[in-house]
């Protein structure tokens, strides 16, 4: 758990349509952990990732999930020690225009059949 108040240990996301959400993005970049609701568009990149917990949008799920994260600091600290670099490699400008790039060359060569 944080100690020295400069970093939260959880960044609770519980969004009814969030399209993509950056702000998980920037707390994973920071090493904190990310719970979200299952409506949020990075959910399969934390899920994969391990990086936090996805939720439906039910509250008891949300307490009890909650409780269960504070009883287990081991997978925080782990998250806070992988999550930045991960955050680096699968996030950064280059790869993000390279990623970009492909994908506009797809749709490109689909309708120019």
Request: with cysteine.
């Amino acid at each position: 758990m944080a100690k020295d108040g400069r970093h939260a240990d959880v960044f609770v996301l519980p969004s009814l349509n969030e399209n993509y959400a950056n702000v998980v993005i920037e707390a994973l970049s920071q090493g904190t952990s990310v719970m979200l609701s299952d409506q949020v568009g990075l959910k399969d990149s934390v899920s994969t990732n391990n990086f936090g917990w996805v939720l439906p949008c039910e509250t008891e799920q949300w307490r009890l999930q909650l409780r269960g994260i504070w009883q287990n600091p081991t997978q925080l600290r782990r998250i806070r020690e992988e999550a930045p670099g991960a955050i680096q490699r699968d996030f950064n400008t280059d790869k993000l225009t390279r990623d970009y790039q492909t994908m506009y060359d797809e749709v490109y060569a689909m309708q120019s059949r």
